[in-house]
């Protein structure tokens, strides 16, 4: 079946400018996360979805991040005031929980370029 | 806090030789461990992981890993190195509570040489 997909692959903006990064996740996966992965910091988590819980949003670097899940399906991650130190890739990633263990399948991430 | 350490930043190996990317992590109970392989451009692939049991678990790839809890370490090798191999791979720890998000090491960037 279908993976994880991201869109927009590549995405370039201007300082000051707000941004949409859209995931896709896997059909049926029920988790859903939100990575970073920046040539200064490596692989970060930002943000967790399960379900209708709450998402765990202990990784999101300021309050300029933000990321909704509708339907619990497609997720949107908004970065607004873009700033240079925001230049990253950010992937996502979804998953089946079974009992705390899980597997998590990555899309191939947005390259993010702030200028 | 759980934190993923892999010491070797760049190996080069010889096409056909063995390889072993070394991994440490720090976690407070029985950790669950990923090692992902990431080719340019691409996104990560998962490789193997362990949950329980079974300390040497096989992959993908010919990949296999080793859980030694005294060492707290786990360990990728492969017995014989293909050109197609070099890329970055990653270790992870997953939490055991609150979802299994991951925490992982800064990669090791691997070159094979023809």
């Known amino acids: 079946g279908a993976g994880v997909s991201q869109s927009p692959s590549n995405k370039v903006t201007e300082k000051g400018k707000d941004v949409e990064l859209r995931c896709d996740p896997i059909s049926g996966h029920t988790a859903l996360y939100w990575y970073r992965q920046s040539l200064g910091q490596g692989l970060e988590f930002l943000i967790y979805?399960?379900?209708?819980?709450?998402?765990?949003k202990s990784g999101l670097p300021s309050d300029r991040f933000s990321a909704e899940r509708t339907g619990g399906s497609v997720s949107t991650l908004t970065i607004q005031r873009t700033q240079q130190e925001d230049s990253a890739v950010y992937l996502c990633?979804?998953?089946?929980?079974?009992?705390?263990?899980?597997?998590?399948?990555f899309g191939p991430g947005t390259r993010l370029t702030v200028l | 806090a759980q934190s993923v350490t892999q010491p070797d930043i760049h190996i080069t190996v010889s096409e056909g030789a063995s390889l072993e990317l070394r991994c440490n992590y720090s976690y407070g109970a029985t950790p669950y461990l990923f090692w992902y392989v990431q080719s340019p451009g691409q996104g990560l692939q998962l490789l193997l992981k362990y949950f329980s049991g079974d300390t040497l678990v096989q992959g993908i790839k010919g990949f296999e890993a080793e859980f030694k809890r005294s060492q707290s370490s786990f360990n990728l090798r492969k017995p014989s190195v293909h050109w197609s191999d070099a890329a970055e791979y990653f270790c992870?720890?997953?939490?055991?509570?609150?979802?299994?998000?991951?925490?992982f090491g800064t990669g090791t960037q691997l070159k094979v040489e023809l």
């Open positions: 992870a720890v997953g939490s055991t509570g609150g979802g299994n998000k991951l925490t």
């Open positions: 979805f399960q379900g209708n819980s709450a998402p765990d």
């Open positions: 990633a979804s998953s089946l929980l079974r009992g705390g263990a899980n597997e998590q399948f």
